[in-house]
């Protein structure tokens, strides 16, 4: 028996809300960060360490409008099922490979989360927990981890059916998917990864299947080799090293309990050594995966055992569970790094998950030991030749049939696109019909078929942007035409140009919007340019404060007036603005918390600890940020001196964390 059907899945889960209609200039620090590599990394390793990371955002629109008010939701689940595995995938989650149930013994191998819950952990803010999540193009999580893929049911070679998910990734322009089947009498699931570039040029490109399983006390990373980077994340600042595996930092880093902050290891598997990495309990029991050998990168991320931790853990989930950690496999050492992918080339490989048991005293025994154990399981289970059998799986041909879910319809706008310039389409694999396109996508194809990019109302929100160069040309060739100048075309065209990197141009063509309509987003991404390209605060403050007057209701435009005003020193224009606002503001966490920073700036720390106290809750906590828990210790320590008269900082910080522990607001990991 091996089925693929389609069931509902019910999961508790956070309301999505709306997307941040504005385009990201320069707002997004995690992008930026700094990456310090240490003399212990060879420079071969380090060769692409920093190469291909990407400056903005754009097109995609940031995903900050979540809540924390989970109520059940039924997801449509598209299922494999054979008499040893069930796999249950959710195509309206990124494609995320939610469960895998070993049915000989009835547990998941996965850490199923039980709950849909996402937090600020992802380029486009909201990322949520568990399963496997398959990240193409760019570090730092898929931009789709939250969006719909397209998914259509394929029949293999042996009459096994199953089914591929696909999409079209928009920043590096390339489409990409997985196949997924399950054979009858398989052990293992089979995911067979393929990203096609048709840019016409070289770009950039990442993979890394992200796999969560079951943390316990006693669970035990396995993998071939002695060797690691390790990277360390701060505030926006990484540092990679090297060390031995598995003992480092003055334990045995195999083991994840044994960490107390959280940690990426990046192990260093040699060239000649088969591909794989497994997470076991105390029983030796847990998920193996296993690739050929074009995913060579294999990686550990523990939250650590820390008070941040733990609360991570609980936040990103029901608080109910021991949590999860990750083990990874990607196409590059580590995830602090793009390989150059050649123009017109496919890269694809294939990937095995299913259970492993080996002996618990073997398992739990030396490294190397433990390392011969999993190989013979894996000998055993591939008829000695692993790569040799998983390599045979790439050129297995699946045909195409029904769809089963519709994704966006950027894919099919591009290959209009491409069809009116005379070029080849996205891929001849993955199909983007023209039925899935949408009012954000049809705006467009009427600047194709009409050379025209229609006026908005200038109180509606944007529903999306383009910021390919032809697109670029083809918008400033419409705006020759007198006819076809309007705020909104040019709002686009200013969005455009600084995504291209036309900073001068794009202001030029934000100025020119506001010549037609005053207009909010014209105004705040002008308040962005002259904020975050020009240094100029003055300029940022009157822009974001015409922006906020003609736009009360967009959150996105509130954070960037918190943000702005407090960066120009001026917390009395976001007290003001802050006591004047909607109650939807008034109630946000994260806007109180600049609340709370613009008070404690004019020295009202009572006013501003009676915001900020045991019970605060901020719903897009942001992964390794302290803003909070360093404005607490400000808060809290300006409070002791003025009531102590202690200025020591040392004696502050103790007492601090004495009288008035973060507990629960603890995000601290390292």
């Not at 989930?317 to 590059?332: R, T, V």
């Not at 003055?538 to 960066?567: F, H, M, P, S």
């Not at 007290?575 to 918390?593: I, Y």
Request: proline share 4%.
């Amino acid at each position: 028996m091996s089925e693929c059907y389609v069931e509902s899945y019910v999961i508790p889960s956070a309301n999505m809300g709306e997307l941040n209609p504005l385009p990201d200039i320069k707002n997004n620090a995690y992008i930026h960060a700094k990456i310090e590599v240490t003399e212990n990394v060879s420079n071969e390793d380090k060769k692409h360490i920093g190469d291909g990371m990407i400056p903005t955002l754009l097109p995609y629109m940031e995903q900050n409008g979540y809540d924390r008010n989970r109520a059940d939701k039924v997801y449509r689940a598209v299922v494999l099922e054979n008499k040893y595995l069930k796999a249950v995938f959710l195509p309206e989650l990124g494609g995320r490979l939610w469960s895998l149930i070993d049915k000989e013994t009835g547990k998941d191998l996965l850490y199923c989360n039980p709950v849909y819950q996402p937090g600020n952990l992802a380029l486009r803010n909201a990322w949520f927990s568990g399963g496997v999540e398959f990240n193409v193009s760019i570090k730092g999580h898929n931009p789709l981890t939250c969006d719909s893929l397209f998914v259509k049911k394929i029949k293999m070679q042996d009459g096994t059916i199953g089914a591929r998910f696909y999409e079209y990734e928009r920043i590096r322009g390339v489409a990409y998917g997985f196949d997924t089947w399950l054979p009858k009498d398989s052990k293992m699931l089979y995911i067979r990864p393929r990203i096609e570039n048709r840019t016409g040029k070289e770009v950039w490109m990442y993979w890394w299947s992200n796999i969560a399983v079951p943390e316990t006390a006693e669970t035990r990373v396995v993998v071939p080799t002695s060797e690691c980077f390790i990277n360390y994340f701060g505030n926006n600042h990484y540092v990679l090293d090297a060390s031995p595996v598995p003992n480092a930092l003055d334990t045995d880093v195999s083991y994840p309990n044994n960490l107390k902050r959280s940690l990426d290891f990046f192990y260093r598997i040699p060239d000649s050594e088969q591909k794989w990495i497994t997470a076991v309990d105390k029983n030796g029991y847990g998920l193996i995966q296993c690739s050929t050998k074009e995913l060579k990168g294999r990686k550990l991320f523990v939250w650590g055992k820390g008070a941040g931790g733990k609360n991570w853990n609980n936040f990103l989930s029901d608080g109910n569970n021991s949590g999860y950690i990750e083990i990874q496999a990607g196409l590059a050492r580590t995830q602090l790094e793009h390989i150059p992918m050649p123009a017109d080339e496919v890269w694809t490989w294939v990937e095995g998950y299913g259970a492993f048991s080996g002996s618990a005293d073997v398992m739990h025994g030396e490294w190397q030991g433990a390392v011969k154990e999993v190989e013979t399981a894996l000998s055993t289970n591939f008829n000695g030749d692993m790569e040799g059998e998983l390599s045979v799986l790439k050129e297995l041909d699946a045909t195409p049939l029904e769809f089963i879910h519709i994704g966006s319809g950027w894919g099919a706008l591009e290959n209009v696109r491409r069809a009116a310039d005379n070029e080849k389409s996205l891929s001849d694999v993955f199909e983007f019909p023209e039925f899935s396109l949408t009012e954000a996508q049809r705006e467009w194809t009427n600047l194709l078929e009409n050379g025209r990019l229609s006026e908005r109302r200038v109180e509606d929100r944007p529903l999306g942007y383009l910021v390919d160069k032809k697109w670029c040309e083809r918008l400033e060739a419409a705006l020759e035409n007198t006819e076809n100048r309007n705020w909104y075309a040019y709002m686009q065209l200013g969005v455009m140009r600084y995504a291209l990197g036309l900073l001068d141009e794009a202001r030029e063509a934000f100025e020119e919007s506001l010549k037609y309509r005053q207009n909010a987003w014209a105004n705040r991404n002008l308040a962005m340019l002259w904020r975050n390209e020009y240094q100029n605060n003055v300029k940022a403050t009157e822009y974001i404060t015409a922006a906020v007057k003609l736009q009360k209701n967009c959150r996105g435009i509130w954070l960037d007036a918190a943000t702005t005003y407090l960066r120009a020193e001026k917390p009395e224009l976001w007290l003001e603005a802050f006591e004047n606002a909607p109650d939807t503001v008034k109630s946000d966490g994260r806007l109180q918390l600049y609340y709370v920073s613009a008070l404690m700036k004019q020295g009202r720390y009572e006013e501003a600890a009676d915001i900020l106290k045991p019970g605060f809750e901020m719903l897009d906590m942001k992964e390794a940020d302290t803003d909070l828990s360093d404005l607490w210790r400000e808060l809290y320590g300006a409070l002791i001196s003025k009531n102590l008269g202690i200025t020591d900082e040392a004696e502050l910080d103790r007492l601090v964390e004495e009288k008035y522990p973060l507990g629960k607001l603890d995000f601290r990991t390292h």
